[in-house]
């Protein structure tokens, strides 16, 4: 793991401390390296340590862990990390715009970007389909 110099004055990024509960830190990730993408907020459980915070918010980015850079990060790494931390733990975040990116949004647009002959427009319907 190699260490993430963010710009530090910059307001996008911010660093919160959590102290593990009895049900662990209290928020989900969704993401990773195996699916081209970063690693995102998923969800904050209600009274736990990172919605009390009142700092990390869905759709935020993990940008670091105990001061290693989540980039190239798998999903189970990103998890095995924060469970090494112990009772405690440091993340950088950034902060998100509410909306946290979909697997299939994402491999429809690297497809499209790969496909596409140079000034040739792409695109996508982007969307899912659900098994019922």
């Known amino acids: 793991m190699h260490r993430l110099r963010y710009g ?14 009895p049900t662990g830190f209290g928020f989900s990730l969704r993401g990773g390296s195996e ?18 915070s009142q700092k990390i ?14 980039s190239g990060m798998t999903h189970s790494q990103a998890v095995e990390q924060i469970r090494k931390g112990g009772h405690r733990i440091h993340l950088v975040l950034k902060k998100g715009n509410g909306y946290v990116p979909d697997y299939v949004e994402l491999s429809s647009l ?3 970007m790969t496909n596409s ?13 659900e098994n019922t």
């Open 35 to 52: 699916y081209n993408m970063g690693l995102y907020v998923l969800g904050l459980m209600e009274g736990g340590p990172a919605s009390r």
């Open 117 to 129: 002959k140079q000034g040739e427009p792409c695109f996508y319907v982007i969307g899912r389909t």
């Open 8 to 21: 530090r004055q910059d307001p996008r990024f911010y660093s919160v401390d959590l102290e593990r509960g």
């Open 57 to 70: 918010q869905v759709s935020d980015q993990l940008v670091e862990i105990n001061g290693d850079s989540t």
């Open 110 to 112: 690297s497809l499209c």
